[in-house]
T-cell receptor
Framework: DTAVSQTPKYLVTQMGNDKSIKCEQN?????MYWYKQDSKKFLKIMFS???????INETVPNRFSPKSPDKAHLNLHINSLELGDSAVYFC???????????FGSGTRLTVV | KQEVTQIPAALSVPEGENLVLNCSFT??????LQWFRQDPGKGLTSLLL?????REQTSGRLNASLDKSSGRSTLYIAASQPGDSATYLC?????????FGQGTELSVKP
């Protein structure tokens, strides 16, 4: 059973397009996150949601819009894709601040 | 602002060696610290979680220590194997998010 699953695993698209990445967790965790791993492999938080409510928005361009229909799902929609958006996007979940994080396997986005 | 640094950036050792990976952080007000492993093109696998009140955690050949006051953590890998080759990431939990170091890329040669 996959704990945190993301789709798609790979996404290749042209500049200017709009795309979405989906994430689902079956751990019963209250908090979900999106992290971005850049070309230098550095991981940085983008957003966090707690029980469908936005908690952290870490200076991300407003072309990126997260949506949480319920506490088990957190999707990421990206408008007007740019070359610099190419990265690996990871979804994660946690039961709370005192607990560890579980990460999905990542979505490799390539903008051409 | 919290900064997490991992040294060395890369490490190559022969099979069987014991090794230590280092992680330092600038702000000691953390909830916990988590070590992850990332294989090329893959996601993050959690190895060990140390709460701020703990000094160390062990899992098999792995032992992680935490000295919160000095802002340091180490990951000790005993009797390294080629299958241990991966990037090891340290992350501190602060302010409702994980803040990562740049990672140590480990290569264990047969």
């Amino acid at each position: 059973d996959t704990a945190v699953s993301q789709t798609p695993k790979y996404l290749v698209t042209q500049m200017g397009n709009d795309k979405s990445i989906k994430c689902e967790q079956n751990l019963g965790h209250d908090t979900m996150y999106w992290y971005k791993q850049d070309s230098k492999k550095f991981l940085k938080i983008m957003f966090s949601y707690n029980n469908k409510e936005l908690i952290i928005n870490e200076t991300v361009p407003n072309r990126f819009s997260p949506k949480s229909p319920d506490k088990a799902h957190l999707n990421l929609h990206i408008n007007s894709l740019e070359l610099g958006d190419s990265a690996v996007y990871f979804c994660a979940s946690s039961q709370g601040e005192a607990y560890g994080y579980t990460f999905g396997s990542g979505t490799r986005l390539t903008v051409v | 602002k919290q900064e997490v640094t991992q040294i060395p950036a890369a490490l190559s050792v022969p099979e069987g060696e014991n090794l230590v990976l280092n992680c330092s952080f600038t702000d000691s007000a953390i909830y916990n610290l988590q070590w992850f492993r990332q294989d090329p093109g893959k996601g993050l696998t959690s190895l060990l979680l140390i709460q701020s009140s703990q000094r160390e955690q062990t899992s098999g050949r792995l032992n992680a220590s935490l000295d919160k006051s000095s802002g340091r953590s180490t990951l000790y890998i005993a009797a390294s194997q080629p299958g241990d080759s991966a990037t090891y990431l340290c992350a501190v939990n602060q302010g409702g998010k994980l803040i990562f170091g740049q990672g140590t890329e480990l290569s264990v040669k047969p």
